[in-house]
Structures are given as C-alpha cells and as structure tokens.
C-alpha cells in the first residue's frame, strides 16, 4: 500500500528543514551581494536563468510526449510576470534600502495577507478569526520593529519597505492563481521557468552584465550557486517534497521559522548581529503566523455549480 502524502513525518521534517535553509541561505546571500556591489538586476538575472536553462529540455521534452492541450500562453505569461525577473528585481532591490530583518519580515507577512484576500476572492475559503487575529499581530510587530528603529534607519527606508511588501504582493498573487488555474506542478513550474529565464535574458540582462562584469569572480559564482542553484532549484524541489509529505498547515508553518534561521545564518557568515529590537519584531511576527495557521481550517463555502 503506496504512504499518503502526510504519512512521512521524518521525511517531511528534513526536507521542510532544508526548505527553510535555502529560503534563508538565498536571502542572506542577495543582502551580501547587494553590499558587495552587485545590482538587483544582476542577482535576479542570477536567479532566473540558471533555473530556467535547466527547465528548457524538460519543456521540450514534454511537448515531444505529452499529447494533450498546452497550458494557455496567457495564464504563464501572468505567472511569470508575477513569479519572474520582475519579482525578483523588486525583492532583491529593497535590501538597497532597508536592512535584512526588514526583508525577512514585510515579504513573507505580504505573501499571507494577500494569499488570504485572493483565497476569499478567488477560492471562496472563508477566513477564520485566528487567521485575522494572526494577521493583526504581524502587521502590529512589523509597526513596532519600524517604530523602534526609526532613528537608526536610513532615510531610504521607506522605499526598502514597499519593495518588501510588492514583492510578497506579487508572490502571493503567484501562489494563488497557481491553485486557482490549478497548474500542473512539472509542466507550469518547467515552462514558468523558461519564460523566465528568456525575460532575464532580455529585459534584465542588459543592466545585469556589467555589474556582473565588474564584480570579482568568486562572487559572482557564489551568486549562481546561492540563487540559482539553491534559490532557483534546491528550494523548489525541497518544497515540493516537504508539501508531499505533511499536512498543509504544517508546511505553511515553514516561512516562520525562516527569519529566524537567515539572521542566525547573517550573524554567523557575515558577522551582522540582530539587533534586540530585530529579535522583538521577529518574535512577534512568529506569534502572528502560529495565531494565523495553527487555527482549525475553516471549510470553502460551496459554489454554485450550473
């Protein structure tokens, strides 16, 4: 008798560790590469087109086989704007102007606060009053880490902030038309990441190549690997096997853990200590998300079906 897919505790906690790893890995390096002196551009064409380049002979070879209807055009082109280069450009941009734990907080709260208002919208799930209250803490944590900080902040900072809170816009728009168009997981991740990985080429390549061109070389092979390879691949594929093997409220628990583990990461590889305040923030955006997703699922209210 073949496991479910919540039957795997010990697989599901290794593969979520390593999950939560690459996630902060791949944020600690951008924050590194940007004070390195590489452009956003530059780590975002990074992070696209290793993966995508990987993802083209998987495209090809699946249109050689598959002899069903090809996703429509339209619906990747979406998910690619909302998922690509261009996300990836505006979520590496903000650590020109805020610091780390500012990254690692507003995005993630962002990706929630809009994955629950498309779910609404799109999904008819109702919202469960744990899952408001959650939300309410985290925006209230976030409130507070700016208001104790203020006067050691850059004056940039706001900028930093609506770079954060765009791209975790933009990601959860991704997440949810992703269950919405219910996209096939092989197929749209494969041909998402070739349209990709052609735009990082095009668009952003232009602004990419002479920062890379300027930056020393083992810098820019540990952005191929940090990006590309663990943002772009490792992640993905941890992903997907941690969501295979437990329940859905446990892998949502996993961007807790994330700010957390990437200031642990930052502190040990770069010397960057958190601040207490850092720490208060980071504490109490963790309460909001165990409020927000521990709380019992509440059930999709019925659609009419004509």
């Known amino acids: ?48 087109l290793t993966p995508g380049l990987l993802a083209v002979p998987v495209v ?55 994955g629950t208002l498309w779910g609404v919208a799109l999904l008819k799930e109702r919202v469960s009053g744990p899952r408001i209250l959650g939300g309410g803490v985290m925006i209230g944590g976030l409130a507070l880490l700016v208001g104790l ?15 954060f809170v765009a791209a975790g ?57 940090m990006q590309g390879l663990v943002g772009g691949v490792l992640s993905v594929v941890a992903l997907v096997a941690t969501v295979r093997s437990v329940s859905a409220q446990t892998a949502a628990l996993l961007p807790i853990f994330t700010p957390a583990v990437a200031m642990m990461i930052a502190w040990t590889a770069l010397g960057t200590r958190p601040a207490p305040v850092e720490l208060l923030g980071a504490a109490i955006v963790f309460l909001g998300f165990a409020l927000g997703t521990l709380a019992p699922p509440r059930r999709p209210a019925r659609r009419c079906v004509r």
């Open 1 to 48: 008798m073949m496991p479910t897919p919540t039957t795997s505790p010990m697989r599901g906690a290794a593969f979520g560790a390593l999950t939560i790893l690459c996630w902060a890995g791949f944020n600690v390096a951008a924050k590194a590469g940007i004070d390195a002196g590489l452009s956003p551009a530059a780590l975002s064409c990074l992070r696209f």
């Open 149 to 163: 900080e203020m006067r050691g902040l850059d004056p940039t900072w706001p900028i930093g902030i609506a770079l």
């Open 60 to 114: 090809l070879w699946m249109r050689h086989r598959s002899r069903g209807q090809p996703l429509p055009l339209p619906r990747l082109l979406v998910l690619a704007l909302l998922g690509g280069p261009v996300f990836g450009l505006i979520a590496v941009a903000g650590y020109q102007f805020a610091p780390l734990s500012h990254g690692l907080l507003f995005a993630p709260v962002a990706v929630y606060v809009t």
């Open 169 to 225: 816009i933009m990601w959860g728009s991704y997440t949810a038309l992703l269950r919405h168009w219910t996209i096939p997981l092989l197929q749209g991740t494969s041909s998402v990441a070739s349209i990709s990985a052609l735009t990082a080429a095009v668009a952003v390549g232009p602004w990419a190549w002479s920062s890379l061109a300027a930056a020393a070389p083992n810098i820019v092979l540990t952005q191929i690997l």
